[in-house]
T-cell receptor
């Protein structure tokens, strides 16, 4: 099992460019999440998907869109990148469901720089 | 609103010694889960230990153990026999169930350095 994979690992964009961060998990998890990590601020939730076909906003959704393509894949899109979106982005997944263990498993992260 | 506070931005410990990282949280829910994650320089988030709030017994995982004080809303992590590989950022997190899924709230982290 590869767990949670993310592509790319590094990316540099110019202000106004768009890009999509890809995430996939092979653990048959129901829920998937996108976070951003900034210095001194821990991880903050951008968007999440409780199950295939559903998505919801997290704490900091502005400037982002997401797509839950199928149960395995959850992508994050920046339509018009801004320097404030320079960050490290993490994708995570969890089994979810009442009674089950709900630990989140994280991908390796994508370091994004917007110039 | 739920919050998680880690009041120690940085700590250091000598190899083989014991260190305790503190975490306090605020929640109005009666049942919840608490976690400690480790983030080494590789950036990978690695689960260290997890505690279910309805369990009174403190969780342990090899050299890692927690001191869970539910009434005080405190969840500290103790690392015994510290090793150089324990050098990392450590994040405390609380998990709540909302809108059909479980969401985490993270603290701002404690940077731990183990000295040789």
């Amino acid at each position: 099992n590869a767990g949670v994979t993310q592509t790319p690992k590094f990316q540099v964009l110019k202000t106004g460019q768009s890009m999509t961060l890809q995430c996939a998990q092979d653990m048959n998890h129901n829920s998937m999440y996108w976070y951003r990590q900034d210095p001194g601020m821990g991880l903050r939730l951008i968007y999440y998907s409780a199950s295939e076909g559903t998505t919801d906003k997290g704490e900091v959704p502005n400037g982002y869109n997401v797509s839950r393509l199928n149960k395995r894949e959850f992508s994050l899109r920046l339509e018009s990148a801004a320097p404030s979106q320079t960050s490290v982005y993490f994708c995570a997944s969890s089994p979810s469901g009442a009674g089950g263990h709900n630990t989140q498993y994280f991908g390796p992260g994508t370091r994004l720089t917007v110039l | 609103a739920q919050t998680v506070t880690q009041s120690q931005p940085e700590m250091s410990v000598q190899e083989a010694e014991t260190v305790t990282l503190s975490c306090t949280y605020d929640t109005s829910e009666s049942n919840y889960y608490l976690f400690w994650y480790k983030q080494p320089p590789s950036r990978q988030m690695i689960l260290v230990i997890r505690q279910e709030a309805y369990k009174q017994q403190n969780a342990t995982e090899n050299r890692f153990s927690v001191n869970f004080q539910k009434a005080a809303k405190s969840f500290s992590l103790k690392i015994s026999d510290s090793q150089l590989g324990d050098t990392a950022m450590y994040f405390c997190a609380i998990m709540k169930y909302t809108s059909g899924t479980y969401k985490y709230i993270f603290g701002t982290g404690t940077r731990l350095k183990v000295l040789a």
